[in-house]
T-cell receptor, first 115, second 117 residues
Framework: DAGVIQSPRHEVTEMGQEVTLRCKPI?????LFWYRQTMMRGLELLIY????????DSGMPEDRFSAKMPNASFSTLKIQPSEPRDSAVYFC?????????????FGEGSWLTVV | AQKVTQAQTEISVVEKEDVTLDCVYE???????LFWYKQPPSGELVFLIR??????QNEISGRYSWNFQKSTSSFNFTITASQVVDSAVYFC??????????????FGTGTKLQVIP
């Protein structure tokens, strides 16, 4: 089975520009997560969806960040406008809904640099 | 609140040495899950193991072994006869109802392991 697929793998953009990160979860997985990894803060959960519905967005840093999941096989994380402090690796992950303690499977990450 | 502590920031070992990565966790949940993930230099996060709080049996998978001690809230990871390919950052993680649901996984800060040839 294909894993979690993210695009782009690398993005360099100028401050103020809009950034859109894309994710295709593993087929059949009901939960989708967006994480951010930085040296300072480690791995942070930004938002997660269950059956395409956002469940918890308490980790989204500010209004510049938004995430959508229009269908079971696609999600986007958008930053508008981007700032240099948004530079990080953004991971998408998914897990099936089979009760508690399911393993979360991560994509390869989108490496974002905002200059 | 739930917390995962990986006190070792960086460890260097010479190839073929054994190495143990420590993980200590805090939770008020009686049912919870513990995980280890590996992040090699290429950057992806690779799942290694999941353990639930009711299963204290140690597990061995090839050169990898995990020691779960509920009494000390620890879930340590040992690599036997380390190899250069083991060089990576290793994350311990925890999930349980207290964190807001089993889907919300709390990660430690990671231990960077460097295996020197």
């Amino acid at each position: 089975d294909a894993g979690v697929i993210q695009s782009p793998r690398h993005e360099v953009t100028e401050m103020g520009q809009e950034v859109t990160l894309r994710c295709k979860p593993i087929s059949g997985h009901d939960y989708l997560f967006w994480y951010r990894q930085t040296m300072m803060r480690g791995l942070e959960l930004l938002i997660y969806f269950n059956n395409n519905v956002p469940i918890d967005d308490s980790g989204m840093p500010e209004d510049r960040f938004s995430a959508k999941m229009p269908n079971a096989s696609f999600s986007t994380l958008k930053i508008q406008p981007s700032e240099p402090r948004d530079s990080a690796v953004y991971f998408c992950a998914s897990t099936p809904d089979r009760g508690s303690g399911n393993t979360i499977y991560f994509g390869e990450g989108s490496w974002l640099t905002v200059v | 609140a739930q917390k995962v502590t990986q006190a070792q920031t960086e460890i260097s070992v010479v190839e073929k040495e054994d190495v143990t990565l420590d993980c200590v966790y805090e939770t008020r949940d009686t049912t919870y899950y513990l995980f280890w993930y590996k992040q090699p230099p290429s950057g992806e996060l690779v799942f290694l193991i999941r353990r639930n709080s009711f299963d204290e049996q140690n597990e061995i998978s090839g050169r990898y072994s995990w020691n779960f001690q509920k009494s000390t809230s620890s879930f340590n990871f040992t690599i036997t006869a380390s190899q250069v390919v083991d060089s990576a950052v290793y994350f311990c993680a925890l999930s349980g109802p207290q964190s807001g649901g089993y889907q919300k996984v709390t990660f430690g800060t990671g231990t960077k392991l460097q295996v020197i040839p």
